[in-house]
């Protein structure tokens, strides 16, 4: 099972971007998806989560700029808007998922990470 993240780049300020992360493999289920950040010398912070009925969890650093959303499958994406340099940082998607078991069913939950996708924001 793996998770992966993309879309990260370079963008001037005000600017647009769209992240997408999606998990593979034999998943069952996918519940919570969350979008991370790490700046440099700053701590991990959860940016946007999204749960699996759809309810939708911000930061008030970015409320009314990004939106978290999900597909039918098992793919989020966090679309950033109004970009500032202040978002500078590398992104990371976690995913609570549950595998197949051996009788075809959801097991019990797991947790994963994805590798972060660097999103810089400069002039």
Known sequence: VQLQASGGGLVQPGGSLRLS????????????????????????????????????????????????????????????NSLEAEDTAVYYCRAVYRPIDEYGFGGRSYVMWGRGTQVTVSS
């Open 21 to 80: 992360c999606t998990a593979s493999g034999p998943i069952f289920s996918v519940d919570d998806i969350d979008w991370y950040r790490q700046a440099p010398g700053k701590q991990r912070e959860l940016v946007a989560s999204i749960s699996v009925t759809g309810t939708t969890h911000y930061a008030p650093s970015i409320e009314g700029r990004f939106t978290i959303s999900r597909d039918a499958k098992n793919t989020a994406y966090l679309q950033m």
